[in-house]
């Protein structure tokens, strides 16, 4: 049966994993993948071994699934241990990288302003190489870790990296960022890097049927899971979309912050997060209803609901090319998502700067400042996307908080007459520990901590946009309701949440200046004319 030509059925997703955590951009970039290892996956595996009762009780309330609880039953307790030893066994250099960093941060601190030439014999060991000393304007010292020289040694470990496979019949699934996969969580869990071109081969009988045989062979599938792997695939052809080749701009929404841009001549994608498809009652576009060929992908930072590395290695073989913004190299909060691309198997990766503008068939990208929403940390991969099509204008905003209006009037003429405003509106993000704390190596104390939050736009901020860029059209999206971003977003609102209100509030100002405004949810079709 394998050996006959076939498709992947429209259900199967794919789980990429380090060291069995599921993976996102910092776990990738070995600059900061130690730190995610030593001061977050090691401190949870050691809390659930220590107290597994604490976690399951506390995974009973919905409000804590996002939390720091692994989703495991008490029975696991013997897993959870062994994956641990083993972590700390085989992971020893990790470790010691994260110790090495706050070796160098206290070396650094040391220092007056004085020369820091001497200091380059005391940089601990493991770092001597990889990093240049500086100071800022300030006389502050700091350091550059040479993030490509790291790429290139023991300690970018392929070997941690793995994939899981398995087919969906509905939206559920667990969340993921918190909860290691132990052994037997899934018959088809193999060990390719990101990068295997048997990832590519499987994931291009979505749309062209090739031989299962032969991807099992590239993929290493042992014969134990050869049933199961049989069952990912059907001689059903699937639904194909045709071509775009109407006038104007045909824009697609595909959830969250994933919008699709056609016209006869290019496709644009932003922010992949792309749902299965099964049977349901929701209408939503799934994977079969993107080109065969995608010819830009466009990433405004790298946050995991923007960055989705569980979508994009599907997608990685039909992707002409994907833009990034540029990494801050002397921040070890902005790794190079540049990098990240290129080592796991994408071809064609540019980065893009604030305001440089790249022409396209029929129009041009630009990148748009993106402030806010980062802590803030000194994270300068983030970028608002100019999409200029057929005449007309679409900005990508993402997240972008508008903590200095004044920004966007030095903008207004550079981006001219707007079409559509995509402006992300969660406005009381998690606190800045949720998801870089792992980077510091002392905790920031909790007011402070609560003060520097992961927020987007309010009414008031988005208003601000509003006045300086005047869309002729404003939508509301990347708000994570779609139900297929639970296992990584965890966000259910109801009409009392502050986002809500908030947009609501942002929605009816627009609708008084009779600017068309609304937030899109499953998906919305429109034509650009």
């Not at 405004?300 to 290695?313: F, K, N």
């Not at 996307?385 to 550079?414: C, F, I, K």
């Not at 901020?461 to 002729?472: D, F, G, M, S, W």
Request: glycine share 6%; hydrophobic share 40%.
């Amino acid at each position: 049966m394998l050996d006959r030509p076939m498709y992947l059925k429209p259900d199967v997703a794919i789980e990429p994993l380090f060291n069995q955590w599921y993976v996102w951009w910092y776990l990738i970039s070995p600059a900061t993948a130690p730190l995610f290892v030593s001061r977050l996956h090691l401190k949870l595996m050691q809390s659930f071994v220590a107290n597994p009762d604490v976690h399951v009780a506390a995974l009973q309330n919905p409000a804590l699934m996002g939390g720091p609880f692994i989703n495991h039953p008490v029975s696991r307790v013997g897993d959870v241990k062994a994956l641990l030893e083993r972590t700390t066994r085989e992971q020893a250099d990790m470790l010691a990288y994260t110790k090495a960093v706050s070796d160098l941060e206290q070396l650094l601190a040391s220092s007056k302003g004085e020369s820091l030439e001497p200091l380059y014999a005391k940089v601990p060991d493991l770092l001597r190489g990889y990093v240049e000393l500086h100071y800022d304007l300030a006389h502050r010292a700091n350091a550059r870790i040479m993030e490509p020289l790291l790429y290139r040694s023991s300690l970018y470990k392929e070997s941690s990296q793995s994939i899981s496979l398995m087919r969906v019949s509905g939206d559920a699934r667990k969340y993921v960022f918190s909860t290691p996969r132990l052994e037997g969580d899934s018959p088809l869990w193999l060990q390719v890097p990101f990068r295997h071109e048997g990832i590519d081969a499987l994931f291009r009988m979505r749309h062209t049927p090739g031989s299962p045989g032969q991807v099992a062979e590239m993929l290493g599938v042992p014969s134990s899971a050869a049933e199961a792997f049989a069952d990912l695939f059907t001689e059903t052809a699937p639904r194909k979309p045709e071509p775009y080749t109407g006038p104007g701009v045909r824009v697609r929404y595909f959830g969250h912050a994933c919008v699709l841009m056609e016209t006869r001549e290019v496709s644009v994608l932003t922010d992949p997060v792309i749902s299965y498809e099964f049977p349901t009652d929701q209408k939503r576009f799934t994977h079969a209803d993107l080109p065969e060929r995608i010819d830009y992908v466009l990433i405004t930072h790298g946050h995991a609901d923007h960055l989705m590395m569980e979508t994009l290695l599907q997608l990685r073989h039909r992707i002409g090319t994907i833009v990034v913004p540029r990494s801050n190299a002397y921040s070890l909060a902005d790794p190079s998502l540049r990098l990240v691309l290129e080592k796991t198997g994408f071809r064609n990766v540019i980065e893009i700067d604030d305001l440089q503008e790249i022409s396209i068939p029929g129009g041009s990208l630009m990148g748009i400042p993106f402030i806010g929403e980062h802590s803030d940390l000194a994270v300068q991969a983030k970028t608002a996307h100019l999409v200029r099509l057929a005449g007309r204008s679409m900005l990508m905003a993402a997240d972008s908080n508008a903590l200095e209006p004044r920004m966007y009037q030095h903008l207004a003429q550079l981006v001219g007459p707007l079409d559509a405003l995509y402006l992300g509106m969660e406005c009381e993000g998690g606190p800045m520990s949720w998801m870089y704390g792992p980077l510091l190596s002392q905790p920031l104390p909790r007011k402070m901590d609560q003060s520097r939050r992961l927020n987007g736009s309010d009414s008031a901020r988005a208003t601000e946009i509003l006045n300086h860029l005047n869309p002729k059209e404003v939508f509301v999206y990347a708000m994570g309701q779609e139900p297929w971003l639970r296992h990584v977003m965890v966000l259910q609102y109801d009409e009392t949440a502050p986002q809500m209100i908030e947009s609501n509030k942002f929605i009816e100002v627009c609708r008084g200046r009779n600017i068309p405004a609304e937030r899109p949810f499953l998906s919305r079709e429109s034509i650009l004319e």
